[in-house]
């Protein structure tokens, strides 16, 4: 589905043309507030109290579990990825659409955009014509929920329309959208500590939205991107700590042939730039982490050397999001790339192959880094065969890499200074080395003590 997105959808329809403005959002009309977005923003609450208690008690619903979706088979559906992709679209380049401190929109103001109806249609389709089948999206026509509906006073078809938007708030694959609610009148834009993400735990998540009469006329729903905050100020930013400790041997960072060749231009910046926002990079085993969600876009893979120098100097703005990844706010020069990987063509963009010395490759992980993408490249982007088809010696390759990411890298080091960075990824090492170390003397003496203390005894 992603593949197809990419190619037929949403994506293709915004690089028509030629020239320098061709594929560029910031210019586009339609990310930029007109009277009518203002009027939403200001609407008294007896405009939006309908949709507001539909919305909350539908979201409410799928947190408690009363409804339950199948969210592997619902990330594969094409209407729910193209809904996704609008919405990370809309949320993430409309720089002067959305509101300055928070980056953020309401949800009266998403129902400004003929997309949005547009989207959540082409889902309701979906679920009209094949959900009582299929039960992707869960049972939601029982007699629990239509009486939950009646007791909260809330028309079931209303609370069934915002079933599409609430399985992409909240069961995207990249989990990375957010949700404010306000209670107060006048309005006003959220503080840091009022945003909910899909990494709390429902408990919690509940008692932030939870349903309550009294309050539903004054609530106001914020909706903002996760990973586009570079104009956050530094008191919003504070969920992206600690800094980035450099534990990864390589970060990788995805991007499309067209936009490589621009970045590789002589003629060009041949810098990653961060349009209006942060970079985004990713440990480089996410292509086995989370794998679905990084084949819906782009067919060249950037590969970082995090011992390189250079390279942790160019990431000393990097700082980690709760989900992972690592967001650098300064240019990167591709004089910092230690590789491009061709997913197309499953080997090294010529002349962009690895740069580090070849008896060097295995200890920074670049052979890792190319064994990742080749599985990548295979399973998901020539589709050629499936994971269990691959060669035993790569697959197995993968699988070791993979679990050893999750099972030791996937969080930072444990204890350490938020302002601290490590020198290397090796540091990480070093210290087991040493824990280890101190464990087999403090084993040695005790054996030699209790040695010593039978000789007395005797």
Known sequence: MGKGYQKGGYQEQRHKGKGKSRGKDRDDPRLRRDDDIERRYNAPPSATSINATAFILCLALYVRGTIEPIKEQLQGLECFI???KWLSWL???????????SLSLTLNELLHFPEFSKHTNNCLTYITRHNENTGVYGNFDTGEVRRICKDERVNFESMRYFIPFVTVTWFNDKG?????????S?????HRNEWITTEMKEHDVDECIRHRTDLMPQQMYFFRIQSGHSHLSAEQREELSP???FRHNTLMHKTTAYKWNQIKNPEGRRQVIPFGRDIHFAPTEFLYHDPEMLRQYGERILIFNMHDPATREAFATARETVNGYVLVSEPVSIDVIEGVFDLEAGTWDIPWGPKCRPGLAEQYGVNDAEKLCKYFSKVYQQESCTFDELEPNLQNAVISIGQHYLQNLRYPVPGTPGFLKADTPATIVSAAVILLCITSIVITFKTLKEKSYKKVTK
Request: hydrophobic letters at 35%.
């Open 176 to 184: 990375r959208i957010q949700l404010a609610v306000i209670n107060q």
């Open 91 to 101: 949320l993430r380049h409309g720089k002067t659409l959305l509101h300055p401190s």
């Open 186 to 190: 006048p309005v006003r834009e959220p």
């Open 82 to 84: 193209l809904f996704s």
């Open 243 to 245: 800094p980035y400790d």
